[in-house]
């Protein structure tokens, strides 16, 4: 019995092994604290973005045409305080709301399968159901002359009766400090919006707001000329990956 009760207390912590023990989960909590915190953020940050998007979609003055492509895409631009210079793209796509919402958010990872200006993109954090952190790396092409770009964003959905806003800003992230050999980009605002077509609820209305900081020694006068060729670049392989879709 006695040298059962010794192994007993002797297995117990000491007040300094107590103590360390204490510290350990006392640290676990700040770093859940942290990342709450971070989470919340990451939401606010999203939400903020929509909030600003919502604003500039609101404006019906001040929309210069930029280019207007053979299906329809038309390109506006105006000049904002904060922003500078944010590139407005309408267009009208032959798939139903879902399946846009579902290419553009839910499987955003497998984008650089059929957007050949992405090499990478990765979702480094899910917060909830709407709000996601990511990491993009744009595609090295010969000739390219903006070069390989890197993006750290948050990406936030809203949806509203049938529409659906799927926005996106520059963030910092632990998960993802600068890399070696790329340049750090910066998404200012990104807001695609998702709206069935009237009268045809096959179709959606796809409004793009685009505004981006490229950085780097490049000229505002050719990153001007090459954010709206973007967009319509996108379209274009996005048209060709949902008829892919539709015929399989």
């Given at each position: 019995m006695e040298a059962t009760?010794?192994?007993?207390?002797?297995?117990?912590?000491?007040?300094?092994?107590?103590?360390s023990q204490i510290r350990q989960r006392k640290k676990k909590t700040q770093d859940e604290m942290f990342s709450e915190i971070m989470e919340l953020?990451?939401?606010?940050?999203?939400?903020?973005a929509l909030h600003e998007a919502l604003g500039i979609l609101q404006q019906q003055n001040g929309w210069q045409t930029e280019t207007y492509?053979?299906?329809?895409?038309?390109?506006?631009?105006?000049?904002?305080?904060?922003?500078?210079?944010?590139?407005?793209?309408?267009?009208?796509?032959?798939?139903?709301?879902?399946?846009?919402?579902?290419e553009l958010f839910e499987k955003l990872e497998q984008m650089p399968e059929w957007n050949p200006t992405l090499s990478r993109v990765k979702i480094l954090q899910r917060i909830g159901k709407d709000t996601l952190l990511t990491h993009e790396i744009t595609a090295q092409h010969p000739g390219n002359l903006?070069?390989?770009?890197?993006?750290?964003?948050?990406?936030?959905?809203?949806?509203?009766?049938?529409?659906?806003?799927?926005?996106?800003?520059?963030?910092h992230s632990e998960f993802m400090p600068m890399q070696k050999g790329q340049v750090r980009a910066e998404s200012g605002l990104s807001c695609i919006v998702l709206q069935p077509l009237e009268g045809d609820q096959r179709q959606t209305r796809f409004t793009w707001l685009l505004c981006m900081d490229l950085?780097?020694?490049?000229?505002?006068?050719?990153?001007?000329?090459?954010?709206?060729?973007?967009?319509?670049?996108?379209?274009?392989?996005?048209?060709?990956h949902?008829?892919?879709?539709?015929?399989l």
């Amino acid at each position: 019995m006695e040298a059962t009760s010794a192994a007993h207390f002797s297995s117990l912590p000491t007040p300094s092994r107590r103590l360390s023990q204490i510290r350990q989960r006392k640290k676990k909590t700040q770093d859940e604290m942290f990342s709450e915190i971070m989470e919340l953020s990451y939401v606010n940050q999203g939400e903020a973005a929509l909030h600003e998007a919502l604003g500039i979609l609101q404006q019906q003055n001040g929309w210069q045409t930029e280019t207007y492509q053979g299906k329809g895409e038309l390109v506006l631009s105006t000049v904002l305080p904060r922003l500078g210079k944010v590139f407005r793209m309408e267009t009208v796509l032959d798939v139903p709301v879902d399946q846009l919402y579902y290419e553009l958010f839910e499987k955003l990872e497998q984008m650089p399968e059929w957007n050949p200006t992405l090499s990478r993109v990765k979702i480094l954090q899910r917060i909830g159901k709407d709000t996601l952190l990511t990491h993009e790396i744009t595609a090295q092409h010969p000739g390219n002359l903006i070069g390989q770009r890197d993006f750290v964003s948050v990406r936030h959905c809203w949806k509203k009766e049938t529409t659906v806003y799927l926005v996106g800003t520059a963030t910092h992230s632990e998960f993802m400090p600068m890399q070696k050999g790329q340049v750090r980009a910066e998404s200012g605002l990104s807001c695609i919006v998702l709206q069935p077509l009237e009268g045809d609820q096959r179709q959606t209305r796809f409004t793009w707001l685009l505004c981006m900081d490229l950085k780097g020694w490049i000229p505002k006068s050719i990153i001007n000329r090459l954010l709206p060729q973007s967009q319509a670049d996108f379209i274009r392989y996005l048209r060709r990956h949902l008829s892919t879709t539709a015929h399989l």
